[in-house]
């Protein structure tokens, strides 16, 4: 059996990323795994309706409180922002990596996919990393803007991808998401129809996301 590792959003969760993939699990049958480790950093309940606000965003109260939000690091408003607790992410993951490996590849959505993205350059450049995957999906993402970690991008990565973009995303979303492309050698790219979610209302889109995956 094959496990895919899948890193959910800000302010997200496992269950609420499961619910999302969970097509792509049906169209992948029993060969795979898809496994939804849970961000070790909550969120404040104060912080996330901040966010919602922000990005002119419409978030159910139920989706929001204590349990119920959390990331895999925090930005702060400084430009360029510092990803504030992602060393504890790291170790989370690593060893997370360590129990559920190996891992063919990892599926990473919005803050999810900068993480993955954050991999992926690890998995390159440090010899001794802790992170072994073959193939990373990209999904609603953009590059690190933490200084420390762009070093890492320097150079393409070789590692292949797919970098799954909403035709609906705000023109910032679009430019950050053709610059996560050129980010890496290999990258193939899918629109789909929305904005910033997942399709999960278009299922050839879904679909085409697990062909790709099997193709691998």
Same mark, same amino acid.
């Given at each position: 059996?094959?496990?895919?590792? +899948?890193?959910? &959003?800000?302010?997200? @969760?496992?269950?609420?990323?499961?619910s999302?993939?969970?097509?792509?699990?049906?169209?992948?049958?029993?060969?795979?795994?898809?496994?939804?480790? =849970?961000?070790?950093?909550?969120? *404040?309940?104060?912080?996330?309706?901040?966010?919602?606000?922000?990005f @002119?965003m419409?978030?159910?109260?139920?989706?929001?409180?204590?349990?119920?939000?959390? +990331?895999?690091?925090?930005?702060?408003? #400084?430009?360029p922002?510092?990803?504030h =607790?992602?060393?504890?992410?790291?170790?989370?993951?690593?060893?997370?990596?360590?129990?559920?490996? *190996?891992?063919?590849?990892?599926?990473?959505?919005? %803050?999810?996919?900068?993480?993955?993205a954050?991999?992926? #350059?690890l998995? %390159?450049?440090?010899?001794?990393? @802790? $992170?072994?995957?073959?193939?990373?999906?990209?999904?609603?993402?953009?590059?690190? &803007?933490d200084?420390?970690y762009?070093?890492?991008?320097?150079?393409?990565l070789?590692? *292949?991808t797919?970098?799954?973009t909403?035709? %609906?995303?705000?023109? $910032?979303? =679009? =430019?950050?998401?053709?610059?996560?492309c050129?980010? $890496?050698?290999?990258?193939?790219?899918?629109?789909? *129809?929305?904005?910033?979610?997942?399709p999960?209302?278009?299922?050839?889109?879904?679909n085409?996301?697990?062909?790709?995956?099997?193709?691998?």
């Open positions: 059996m094959k496990t895919i590792l +899948c890193l959910h &959003g800000y302010a997200m @969760n496992s269950e609420w990323l499961q999302w993939l969970d097509p792509i699990q049906q169209r992948l049958g029993k060969d795979y795994q898809l496994l939804y480790p =849970q961000g070790p950093i909550e969120c *404040p309940a104060e912080e996330v309706r901040a966010m919602t606000a922000r @002119n419409t978030l159910p109260e139920e989706r929001i409180g204590k349990g119920k939000n959390w +990331c895999w690091y925090r930005a702060d408003e #400084a430009k922002p510092t990803y =607790q992602i060393e504890t992410t790291l170790d989370f993951l690593a060893d997370y990596f360590s129990t559920h490996g *190996p891992i063919e590849g990892v599926i990473g959505w919005s %803050q999810g996919a900068v993480m993955t954050i991999l992926a #350059a998995r %390159q450049n440090e010899p001794e990393s @802790n $992170f072994s995957f073959n193939w990373a999906m990209l999904c609603g993402g953009f590059l690190p &803007g200084p420390r762009r070093p890492q991008f320097a150079q393409p070789t590692l *292949p797919l970098h799954v909403g035709t %609906q995303e705000s023109d $910032f979303m =679009q =430019q950050q998401a053709t610059k996560m050129a980010a $890496f050698v290999d990258a193939e790219r899918l629109d789909t *129809p929305c904005g910033h979610i997942m999960v209302k278009y299922p050839d889109y879904m085409k996301i697990a062909d790709w995956i099997i193709k691998r």
